[in-house]
Nanobody, 120 residues
Framework: QVQLVESGGGLVQPGGSLGLSCAAS????????MGWHRQAPGKERELVAT???????NYVDSVKGRFTISRDNAKNTVYLQMNSLKPEDTAVYYC??????????????WGKGTLVTVSS
């Protein structure tokens, strides 16, 4: 069973920075992609950023130039560095993992989420 453990959420003032991390553990044959999604109060969950096994990144337009996603393949860990934070970035941030099992089945796993609050 694959588990994702997120850390790094908290309260930050507008314009500030915060970093999130997510470590995957368990039986994983191959990681295909890792990413971050977020869900603000009263809104649907949305994709924030993804990074493929080859290092290709993708961002939602609202965070381009402010957020940076990266990964450490040796540690099965993905990071999200968030700069110039805005109140509208307030949300629960969820880590997402897309991977293959040893039977080459495509699977997906989610973290429990970490709250990011941007407020003065």
């Amino acid at each position: 069973q694959v588990q994702l453990v997120e850390s790094g959420g908290g309260l930050v003032q507008p314009g500030g920075s915060l970093g999130l991390s997510c470590a995957a553990s368990g039986t994983i044959f191959r990681i295909k992609a890792m990413g971050w999604h977020r869900q603000a109060p009263g809104k649907e969950r949305e994709l924030v950023a993804t990074i493929s096994s080859g290092g290709n990144t993708n961002y939602v337009d609202s965070v381009k130039g402010r957020f940076t996603i990266s990964r450490d393949n040796a540690k099965n860990t993905v990071y999200l560095q968030m700069n110039s934070l805005k109140p509208e970035d307030t949300a629960v941030y969820y880590c997402n993992l897309q991977y293959e099992t040893i039977w080459l089945a495509d699977m997906e796993s989610w973290g429990k989420g970490t709250l990011v609050t941007v407020s003065s």
